[in-house]
Structures are given as structure tokens and as C-alpha cells.
């Protein structure tokens, strides 16, 4: 199983309990007979270390993909680099 978790932005530092619930019968609420598993863990929240703002790049400028490969026409929504810097190109 694979998922991403987005922290809050006004997420307190240090550490904080964190319940995953993950159901297979489709029931969400509460009171609920959900089937599944819970997991109860500890996350710690950090000061951001990687890219922390994204520009969006218009598909004229010069944009090379994660691997330095120039990109003459985006394929895809994603990460690439325009003009040095990291940048979020979304395509319709």
C-alpha cells in the first residue's frame, strides 16, 4: 500500500499521534462496521528541507527534465527545471 500525506501548513513542530485508517468495505464514518486496519503512530513535523515554493512554467521557456535532458515539449504535468530552478509545469 502506497499514499502521500499532506502536513498542514500551520502544522505544530515535533512530534505528533497520527491514526491511518484504512477501511476495505467502502464505510468512512464513525459508527460505521468498517473492514480494515488502524495504525496508530508517531510523526515528527519539521522545518521543510527540500523545494519549499513551485513556480508554474509556461511551456515556451527553455525546461529540462529531473534526469538534465532538454525538454522541447512537455508531455506531462510535473517536475522540471526552467531556467535553473525547479518548477511545477501543469499541462490541460
Given at each position: 500500500?502506497?499514499?502521500?500525506v499532506t502536513v498542514p501548513t500551520?502544522?505544530?513542530?515535533?512530534?505528533?499521534r497520527m491514526r491511518l485508517r484504512v477501511t476495505l468495505n467502502g464505510l468512512t464514518d464513525a459508527d460505521d462496521e468498517t473492514a480494515?486496519?488502524?495504525?496508530d503512530g508517531v510523526?515528527?513535523?519539521?522545518?521543510p528541507t527540500g523545494v519549499v515554493t513551485v513556480n508554474k512554467a509556461q511551456?515556451?521557456?527553455?525546461t529540462f527534465d529531473l534526469t538534465g535532458r532538454r525538454v522541447e515539449t512537455p508531455?506531462?504535468?510535473?517536475?522540471?527545471?526552467?531556467?535553473?530552478?525547479?518548477?511545477?509545469l501543469q499541462r490541460p
Open positions: 500500500m502506497q499514499t502521500t500551520d502544522a505544530v513542530l515535533g512530534s505528533s480494515g486496519l488502524v495504525f510523526v515528527n513535523v519539521v522545518e511551456p515556451t521557456a527553455t508531455a506531462a504535468t510535473g517536475l522540471y527545471i526552467r531556467n535553473g530552478v525547479p518548477t511545477l
